[in-house]
Antibody, heavy 127, light 110 residues
Framework: EVQLLESGGDLVQPGGSLSLSCAASGFTFSSYAMNWVRQAPGKGLEWVSGISGSGGSTYYADSVKGRFTISRDNSENTLYLQLHSLRVEDTAVYYC????????????????????WGLGTLVTVSS | QSVLTQPPSASGTPGQRVTISCSGSSSNIGNNYVYWYQQLPEAAPKLLIYTNHQRPSGVPDRFSGSKSGTSASLAISGLRSEDEADYYCAAWDDSLSGYVFGSGTKVTVL
């Protein structure tokens, strides 16, 4: 059974930093790209960042580019997200989400999508 | 404002069929696969439809997806009370180099 367990959410002041982790189990971690998706209170889903199975390719939403860094440790089956220069608008539940393949696109060059989600961890940015 | 456009709400009585639309462009739906997610109240999203119309094991065949050009739709037939949830479409956007979601549709069972 695929399991994704996020941790690290906390209350932090604007301008502060935070580190999120996602412990994965139930599948071969290195064979799947991984992502972070967030949901502000009462709002919709917003993709934040993605990383390929090997870690060689990373993608970021414009809203977090230059402030957040995604990484993974395939030996520890763990996904990370470093959050810096936090803003009030970064307040959200952050979900760890598995892509359905090692790369974001299939053999035909078409991009696929997220298939499994964690339960989320709450990040609150407030003074 | 979301890149993919969904109606904010949809409703039906038990047993009815409800359809949710998702409108995009050639850089997302028009050129990549569409995925649909169900988010029950106070829960994490769950995959409902992948690669436009495929259902993961365990998802009832009351749920079906389709795609035509730059639009997609999710249909729920035989509506049940447990289908009350928020539904999101998603697709990769080639121009943004990112995964984009619709704004979400809240389904209410009357």
């Amino acid at each position: 059974e695929v399991q994704l367990l996020e941790s690290g959410g906390d209350l932090v002041q604007p301008g502060g930093s935070l580190s999120l982790s996602c412990a994965a189990s139930g599948f071969t971690f290195s064979s799947y790209a991984m992502n972070w998706v967030r949901q502000a209170p009462g709002k919709g889903l917003e993709w934040v960042s993605g990383i390929s199975g090997s870690g060689g390719s990373t993608y970021y939403a414009d809203s977090v580019k230059g402030r957040f860094t995604i990484s993974r440790d395939n030996s520890e089956n763990t996904l990370y997200l470093q959050l810096h220069s936090l803003r009030v608008e970064d307040t959200a539940v952050y979900y760890c989400a598995r892509w359905d393949a090692a790369f974001f696109y299939d053999s035909s060059g078409y991009y696929t999508g997220v298939d499994y989600w964690g339960l989320g961890t709450l990040v609150t940015v407030s003074s | 404002q979301s890149v993919l456009t969904q109606p904010p709400s949809a409703s039906g009585t038990p047993g009815q069929r409800v359809t949710i639309s998702c409108s995009g462009s050639s850089s997302n739906i028009g050129n990549n696969y569409v995925y649909w997610y169900q988010q029950l109240p106070e829960a994490a999203p769950k995959l409902l439809i992948y690669t436009n119309h495929q259902r993961p094991s365990g998802v009832p065949d009351r749920f079906s997806g389709s795609k035509s050009g730059t639009s997609a739709s999710l249909a729920i037939s035989g509506l049940r009370s447990e289908d009350e949830a928020d539904y999101y479409c998603a697709a990769w956007d080639d121009s943004l180099s990112g995964y984009v979601f619709g704004s979400g549709t809240k389904v209410t069972v009357l």
